[in-house]
């Protein structure tokens, strides 16, 4: 297997850090991270990957080794670095892969531009779809609430990065201790370690109300082939999740639980993650 190559992309005011593995001629997958990872969370999947795939992932905006100007968290805009990213590193072909917040920007991505294959979203409700609200009025979800509130998460998680963060990769996770070890628990807290790192990922939340405006809003068909996945000891009912992908005009849907998988399935159970994302890339 190729070894990863690192490097930075400029965009405008913005420096991306960029991490791929594989043949830089080959159809790319491109992969997202969520809160509170960073493109760490993809190494196991890109080492899989990159056998027959250009696998790409990137720290989002502001968080780790990407620098400058973070948006203002809105997944549009993200959508928006995601396209130029594509762009500058000019990959063909791309399957589009978002996990959490990743997945959040994909579908955002499917929606603001046509040029995907296909694209995966990973354990994530999407904004304005269903069962959003179902979700966001769970009293278990409550950190979506927190995290909205202006400057207040900032000074009380900086400094406490690791034990926070800790605290939803244990909860989320068939076995946190396993799946997210101390090496890359390590990784994550150093890469939301300044206060600009932790309100660009506390941002991804302060947009929520403005990402459902937008989603609910625009429901034209979408033909771009996706598939749905969840972990399969994850909260909620696959097949809602799947009715309010088909009712927002996404027309061909597919999905899937990933087996002895949490919230972080793709670092907790990378081999059957790979198998489905790969059996979607190549038909």
């Given at each position: 297997m190729s070894s990863f190559r690192e490097n930075q992309v400029q965009l405008g005011s913005s420096s991306l850090h960029v991490v791929e593995a594989g043949d830089p001629d080959a159809p790319a997958l491109l992969f997202l991270?969520?809160?509170?990872?960073?493109?760490?969370?993809?190494?196991?999947?890109?080492?899989?990957?990159?056998?027959?795939?250009r696998a790409v992932a990137f720290d989002l905006p502001g968080i780790g080794g990407s620098t400058g100007a973070a948006t203002d968290g809105s997944k549009a805009a993200l959508a928006r670095v995601v396209h130029e990213v594509i762009r500058a590193l000019a990959l063909r072909d791309v399957v589009l892969v978002g996990q959490d917040v990743g997945g959040m920007i994909a579908?955002?991505?499917?929606?603001?531009?046509?040029?995907?294959?296909?694209?995966v979203i990973m354990d994530v409700v999407v904004?304005?779809?269903?069962?959003?609200?179902?979700?966001?009025?769970?009293?278990?979800?409550?950190?979506?609430?927190m995290h909205a509130v202006p400057e207040l998460p900032e000074r009380l998680v900086q400094g406490r990065q690791r034990d926070y963060f800790g605290y939803f990769f244990d909860i989320l996770s068939v076995d946190?201790?396993?799946?997210?070890?101390?090496?890359?628990?390590?990784?994550?807290?150093?890469?939301?370690?300044?206060d600009a790192a932790l309100t660009a990922g506390f941002n991804w939340?302060?947009?929520f109300p403005l990402d459902a405006e937008r989603n609910a809003a625009m429901t034209p068909p979408v033909t771009t082939p996706l598939l749905y996945l969840r972990g399969d000891t994850t909260s909620?009912?696959?097949?809602?999740?799947?009715d309010g992908l088909?009712?927002?005009g996404?027309?061909?849907?597919?999905?899937?639980?990933?087996?002895?998988?949490?919230?972080?399935?793709?670092?907790?159970?990378?081999?059957?993650?790979?198998?489905?994302?790969?059996?979607?890339?190549?038909?």
């Open positions: 991270h969520g809160w509170p990872e960073s493109a760490h969370s993809w190494a196991a999947v890109q080492r899989l990957a990159a056998a027959e795939f579908y955002s991505y499917l929606r603001e531009f046509g040029d995907l294959r296909k694209a904004p304005g779809l269903d069962p959003w609200e179902r979700v966001v009025r769970n009293p278990y979800i409550w950190h979506f609430g946190g201790a396993t799946a997210i070890p101390a090496e890359s628990r390590e990784i994550y807290a150093r890469a939301y370690a300044s939340y302060r947009t909620g009912q696959l097949g809602d999740y799947v088909r009712a927002a996404i027309q061909h849907v597919e999905a899937a639980l990933i087996p002895d998988a949490g919230h972080y399935a793709q670092e907790e159970a990378p081999d059957a993650t790979w198998k489905l994302i790969a059996d979607f890339a190549r038909s």
